[in-house]
Every structure is written in structure tokens, then in C-alpha cells.
């Protein structure tokens, strides 16, 4: 590449490329260090708020470490706390390292020739101009700043007009704020953090559930945070269009038996009964229907016609001779079907 001619685009994607190579040889030294100490024997103490406090120091563990190998040590396959194993890997990782920043010298001098706009980015937050933005790295916290080369070279009139209030007011001053109310959920129900459908808050376990406010009631339950708040979550989807089953049996013997479109089987008052108060989903029947008797259905289409199917084929075959008849012939099935 001839960087004298080169685009801000194509500089920063290849330097891009050769900080992420100096980020995994940081991470694999440090992972090294770690391992330097448990093989010099210093197992370190671990402190709040993550981390480990190590009685040596990181060069005083790896020189024990070449010590140990020195003075003839035999090295074991099976041994994770090896020396030969922490040294190696810390070697590799800063020969790396010098690889990786020796790499970064022209790109970095043609920079300094003839300076352009560069971006950067916080996965989830902001961008910015720079990685060492003061709004990041904050109570001895690393963020994550990472590279953004599409945008390269582009003036803060066109980086506002293009991305406008997810850029960093620190680093341009122009960008809008809406961004610091935080990003837009459209796939997220308005009822998200409000109170629960009053009456609906039930405790199960260890967590609290309740019907969202929003959602319809026949929507699944949703978990009730502290402050009796309905936990984010998705819209209810649209609910399946309703398909109504009208079916006349003429030949029932007393007005009670009808057809249960749930499972195919003819049920009497008491099992409606049982079915309603037990968690059954469908209604089989309804009463004061006539004779013939009414059942409602939610589904599809091609489970209706499979329904249907089952029903006249059921209904059509002739009673034993010696068995009592349950049912009769069908006198008229038909559906409607409303979206």
C-alpha cells in the first residue's frame, strides 16, 4: 500500500486490523502473567471488585518462573501451573506486541502528515473522536472504544447529518442529545415498565408475575420488578383470527352430548364442566344452542378443515347394532370465518 496516496478509509481499516492485533497480544501476556504467578507459586488473593493482589510482581514472577526452568526443571504435558508453558506464552504475546507497534509507525507518521477526522465508537453508546474521550474510562474502568473507518475523513457537519445525536457531545459540539435519553426500542410494548393489570400480581417461587397493563389479558404473564414495574418486553402478537364451528346433531338422546372439536371425542355436561374450571383452552360447547349445540374454535385455516373433516367423517359412520348410538348423522356442518 502506498500511503502517500492512500485513503483515509484504507489507512484506518488496516491500522483497525493492527490494534485489534495489539488488544489479543495484551490480553494473551496478561493471561500469561496470571499464570506466571500460580507457576512461581504466588496464588495471589483475590479483592472487591474483581481482580487478584499478588504478592510479586508481574517481572518478579516471570524471572522465578525462567529461574525454576533454569535450575532443570522437567517439564509436565499435564501440568496447567507449568513455568515452560507461562514463559512461552509470555514471550509469543510480546514479540507480538512490538510486531503489532512497529507495524503502526508509517500509518501513524502519514497521520501526522496530513491529519484527518477519525471516529470511534462504544458498542451500545456513543461516538467519538478520539479513544481517549474523557466521557469514557471513567472510575478506573476500561470501555470499550473501538474503531469505526466508514467514517474516516468525514467533516462534523456531515458526521452530524449522517448519524446526528448518537455522536458525543464532548467531541462534537454540534451533535444533538437526544441520544443521552438512550437508544429507541420500537419492538418494545409500551406497558414496559409500568404497574401490572390491577389484581394480576401473583408471586410463583421467586419472582413476582403479573399481567401486562398493555398487553391483552389472555397474553403471557410477565415478571413485576421492584417498584411494581412490568419487566421490558415485546408487544403481544396479533391475536390468531377466530374461526366459529356451527355443527347440528338432530339424534342426540337428551340435549347433552356434543361434539368436542379440542380432541375429536363426544363429552357429556359433566366433563364440560370439569374442562371449563381445569385449564382446558377451548370451550367445547355452548349452551342454549338448540338442539344441535355450538362450539368455538381458534385456529387456522388448515386446522378448521382438518376439524371439519374429522367431524363428518366421525359423524357419518353407522352406529354398531348392538351398541347404544351416541350421536346421529350430520343434518348441516358449516363455518364462518372472521379475521
Not at 363429552?267 to 364440560?272: A, E, L, M, W, Y
Request: charged share 25%; hydrophobic share 35%; aromatic share 8%.
Amino acid at each position: 500500500m502506498d500511503l502517500s496516496t492512500a485513503t483515509p478509509l484504507e489507512i484506518d481499516t488496516r491500522l483497525a486490523e493492527l490494534y485489534g492485533d495489539l488488544a489479543d497480544a495484551n490480553r494473551d501476556r496478561d493471561a500469561a502473567k496470571a499464570r506466571a504467578h500460580a507457576a512461581a507459586g504466588d496464588k495471589g488473593r483475590r479483592i472487591r471488585g474483581g481482580g487478584v493482589l499478588y504478592t510479586l510482581t508481574a517481572a518478579e514472577a516471570i524471572a522465578r518462573c525462567r529461574a525454576i526452568i533454569a535450575d532443570g526443571y522437567q517439564p509436565k504435558p499435564w501440568d496447567p501451573d507449568s513455568p515452560v508453558k507461562a514463559v512461552d506464552k509470555y514471550d509469543n504475546a510480546v514479540a507480538r506486541i512490538i510486531a503489532a507497534k512497529e507495524a503502526m509507525k508509517p500509518f501513524d507518521a502519514e497521520y501526522e502528515r496530513r491529519p484527518w477526522p477519525r471516529f470511534f465508537y462504544v458498542p451500545g453508546g456513543h461516538i467519538h473522536s478520539t479513544l481517549y474521550c474523557r466521557t469514557c474510562h471513567r472510575d478506573g474502568n476500561v470501555t470499550d472504544v473501538r474503531w469505526w473507518p466508514p467514517m474516516s475523513g468525514k467533516t462534523e457537519a456531515e458526521a452530524v447529518a449522517d448519524k446526528g445525536p448518537v455522536l458525543c457531545t464532548v467531541c462534537y459540539p454540534s451533535a444533538p442529545v437526544e441520544h443521552t435519553r438512550g437508544l429507541d426500542k420500537p419492538d418494545r410494548c409500551t406497558g414496559s415498565g409500568q404497574p401490572p393489570r390491577p389484581g394480576t400480581a401473583k408471586r410463583y417461587g421467586r419472582n413476582v408475575y403479573g399481567n401486562c397493563a398493555v398487553c391483552p389479558p389472555e397474553a403471557d404473564r410477565q415478571i413485576v420488578l421492584s417498584g411494581n414495574r412490568i419487566r421490558a418486553h415485546k408487544p403481544a402478537p396479533p391475536p390468531p383470527p377466530t374461526v366459529t364451528v356451527v355443527a347440528t346433531i338432530p339424534h342426540a338422546a337428551d340435549g347433552d352430548t356434543r361434539y368436542d372439536l379440542s380432541n375429536g371425542m363426544f363429552i357429556t355436561r359433566s366433563d364440560r364442566v370439569h374442562r371449563r374450571y381445569h385449564g382446558y383452552k377451548y370451550s367445547a360447547w355452548q349452551p342454549g344452542a338448540g338442539d344441535g349445540g355450538i362450539a368455538a374454535f381458534r385456529g387456522g385455516a388448515a386446522t378448521l378443515k382438518a376439524l371439519l373433516a374429522d367431524l363428518t367423517a366421525r359423524l357419518q359412520q353407522p352406529a354398531e347394532p348392538a351398541a347404544e348410538p351416541r350421536g346421529g348423522r350430520v343434518a348441516d356442518v358449516w363455518a364462518s370465518v372472521t379475521d
